[in-house]
């Protein structure tokens, strides 16, 4: 075999590598694969985690950034990156961008992250997206309302379903549920960006706004009294999920509209709060349409 023979042969070999490498990656932004665990160059027990102003979030991953830097509501402060990061970022031109680029390792961004994020070697600096008020969601056909849901990565898991199926917004308690973070960020993989999440200090009084506002609440519950297929009433649906252990708290179950379970036919009769989440929300969208504003 010549030279011009393994130089082609290399250059192949090249190409189809960056493509296969492509694929993969596209995949893990859209949550098809698992990301796989990076080795751990120092213990959470080495890292303190950086004093942040009240108005600094930190957002890290691929898709995440992306999605926070095509929002126009997102007000970017910093990008820190590796230089192979920012390849498969696909920004464009660094100068043209409003926002400082600063090329960092990715041991730099472990030390305001911690050595358990997987931020892709990408992080960016920014403030926290606009509040938003209930009375705008006057337009919305389906909300979902979490009752003291306090895992980041399920309620990131909610909002990709959430936007999914074409809810208007996600509202939640002030209290005992995650603000917006890097954490809540990555495990929405770009949905935090697309839907309004919004946090309300008194649930229960929310509750009552969506229902003069024209929604159906539907609390779900495992023992609810009939499936959330027959409990349909609304030309506007709010569904209300609770906790990951204690589910729906007393005053929420006595404030909803209606009390609605899963019907399930196996042995298992609940399931984490973001599988539920989905499948109603499936449940609801098939609802609506069918029904006419």
Do not use: C
Not at 27 to 46: C, F, H, L, W
């Amino acid at each position: 075999m010549s030279k011009n023979d393994n130089k082609d042969k290399s250059a192949r070999d090249t190409h189809y590598a960056t493509l296969r490498r492509q694929v993969r990656d596209a995949k893990r932004e859209r949550g098809e694969i698992p990301t796989p665990q990076q080795k751990k160059r120092r213990s959470n027990a080495d890292w303190t985690p950086p004093q942040l102003a009240p108005e600094q979030v930190f957002l890290y991953g691929l898709h995440t950034v992306r999605a926070a830097i095509e929002n126009p509501q997102r007000k970017l402060i910093k990008l820190s990156v590796t230089q192979n990061a920012l390849a498969r970022l696909e920004i464009g031109h660094t100068e043209a961008l409003p926002f400082p680029v600063e090329i960092v390792s990715p041991q730099e961004i472990d030390r305001v992250l911690g050595p358990e994020a997987i931020h892709q070697g990408v992080m960016l600096e920014t403030r926290p997206l606009p509040v938003r008020r209930l009375d705008a969601l006057k337009d919305s056909r389906l909300l979902l309302v979490l009752d003291q849901v306090t895992d980041p990565h399920n309620v990131g898991a909610i909002m990709r379903s959430a936007v999914a199926f074409d809810a208007g917004a996600i509202i939640t308690t002030q209290r005992h549920s995650p603000t917006e973070s890097g954490v809540l960020a990555k495990s929405a993989s770009g949905a935090l960006e697309l839907i309004p999440y919004i946090q309300v200090t008194n649930l229960a009084d929310a509750l009552g706004e969506l229902h003069r506002l024209g929604f159906q609440t539907i609390g779900l519950d495992s023992e609810g009294p009939a499936p959330i297929e027959g409990t349909f009433s609304g030309e506007r649906v709010a569904l209300v999920l609770g906790s990951e252990g204690k589910g729906l708290r007393q005053k929420t179950r006595e404030t909803v509209s209606a009390l609605a379970r899963l019907d399930m036919p196996g042995a298992i009769k609940s399931l984490n709060v973001s599988n539920a989440a989905a499948i109603a929300l499936y449940a609801t969208r098939q609802h609506l349409r069918n029904t006419a504003v």
